[in-house]
C-alpha cells in the first residue's frame, strides 16, 4: 500500500501560479509512477499529468501543456505540480496517484490516490 498526502493548494487570481506537493510513504516508492488528475464541481475526473519512476516519460493534458510542470524527488518519495498562469477552468480538487510500473492517462490504472487539495482559481 502506497499512502499518498497531497499540500499546496488554495486560493488564487487569474495568471498566477501554485507548486503543489505530494508525499508517498507506506510501502517502497521505487519503481512507481505518479501521476495528477483533477475533478472540477458537476464535472468528471480528468487526467492532467503523469511522470515515470526514473526515465523522462512525462505526460501532460493539452489543457495544461505549456504551463503546468510534473516532477519528483525519488529521494524524499515526493511529486511536485508546478502550475503557472492559472486559468479559472484550473479551479478543481487536485488528486495525487501513483502506480507500479509505467505512466499511464487513465485514472482506472491508478490504484493509489491521495485525498485531494483544492485549486480555486478567481478572475
Known amino acids: 500500500q502506497v499512502h499518498l498526502v497531497e499540500s499546496g493548494g488554495g486560493s488564487v487570481q487569474v495568471g498566477d501560479s501554485l507548486r503543489l506537493s505530494c508525499a508517498a510513504s507506506g510501502r517502497t516508492f521505487r519503481d512507481h509512477a505518479a501521476g495528477w488528475f483533477r475533478q472540477a464541481p458537476g464535472k468528471e475526473r480528468e487526467f492532467v499529468a503523469s511522470?515515470?519512476?526514473?526515465?523522462?516519460?512525462?505526460y501532460y493534458a493539452d489543457s495544461v501543456k505549456g504551463r503546468f510542470r510534473i516532477s519528483r524527488d525519488n529521494a524524499k518519495s515526493t511529486v511536485s505540480l508546478q502550475m503557472n498562469s492559472l486559468q479559472p477552468e484550473d479551479t478543481a480538487v487536485y488528486f495525487c496517484?501513483?502506480?507500479?510500473?509505467?505512466?499511464?492517462?487513465?485514472?482506472?490504472?491508478?490504484?493509489?490516490w491521495g485525498q485531494g487539495t483544492q485549486v480555486t482559481v478567481s478572475s
Open positions: 511522470i515515470a519512476w526514473s526515465a523522462p516519460i512525462l
Open positions: 496517484t501513483a502506480r507500479l510500473g509505467p505512466p499511464e492517462v487513465r485514472s482506472s490504472e491508478y490504484p493509489y
